[in-house]
């Protein structure tokens, strides 16, 4: 079955950067594009961007865009979200999460979700 | 920024009680609307997408409507499991969520 298992709990001081990894399985990895989705606590959900699997193509949020990279590695099956000069408001769970097959610019659903990567921002 | 405005805040419903949430966009989605199940401590589930397409393994007591600006998720008969947060989710222009509604067991 398609699973999506991100790396573990991140603490960090402000100004610092962070890199969320997302191993997926279950499914072709080069055939669907992994989009970033992070939740602060007790908050909704804000979407980042999203990468192509072939990591070819990005389309990042306008609120984060300068400060986030994704990338992607498909000899691995692994995606990659690196958040710089983090501020405590970045507080928050990071969830990765695969979009759907024909989807090719990141504006799409997503259909299976990662346990998401907690990440503390705290001098 | 399309916002997406979702109401109420929370619904107070007894199990086997049909629920009906509401989302509101502030311009047209078109058909990009999709919803999202989240209980505590979880990540969010796809329920629906394209208005009204059920995902993968969603029961059909779970059916969505609306088109344009305005979109319902009705659950017939609630379950013990359906107790949740739900969320809209637009994706024609960007990708922007709801605040989310919180269906409680009243």
């Known amino acids: 079955q398609v699973q999506l298992a991100q790396s573990g709990v991140e603490v960090k001081k402000p100004g610092a950067s962070v890199k969320v990894s997302c191993r997926t399985s279950?499914?072709?990895?080069?055939?669907?594009?992994i989009t970033w989705v992070r939740q602060a606590p007790g908050q909704g959900l804000e979407w980042m961007g999203w990468i192509s699997a072939s990591g070819g193509n990005t389309n990042y949020a306008e609120n984060f865009q300068g400060r986030v990279t994704m990338t992607t590695d498909t000899s691995t099956s692994r995606a990659y979200m690196e958040l710089r000069s983090l501020r405590s408001d970045d507080t928050a769970m990071y969830y990765c999460a695969r979009a759907p097959r024909y989807c090719t610019s990141g504006l799409c659903y997503t259909d299976n979700w990662g346990q998401g990567t907690l990440v503390t921002v705290s001098s | 920024e399309i916002v997406m405005t979702q109401s109420p805040a929370t619904l107070s419903v007894s199990p086997g009680q049909r629920a009906t949430l509401s989302c509101r966009a502030s311009?047209?989605?078109?058909?990009?609307l999709a919803w999202y199940q989240q209980k505590p401590g979880q990540a969010p589930r796809l329920v629906i997408y394209?208005?009204?397409t059920r995902a993968t393994g969603i029961p059909a007591r779970f059916s969505g409507s609306g088109s344009g600006t305005e979109f319902a998720l009705t659950i017939s008969s609630l379950q013990s499991e359906d107790f949740a947060v739900y969320y809209c989710q637009q994706y024609n222009k960007w990708v922007t969520f709801g605040g989310g509604t919180k269906v409680e067991i009243k």
């Open positions: 311009q047209s989605v078109g058909s990009n």
């Open positions: 279950g499914y072709t990895f080069t055939s669907y594009g």
């Open positions: 394209g208005v009204s």
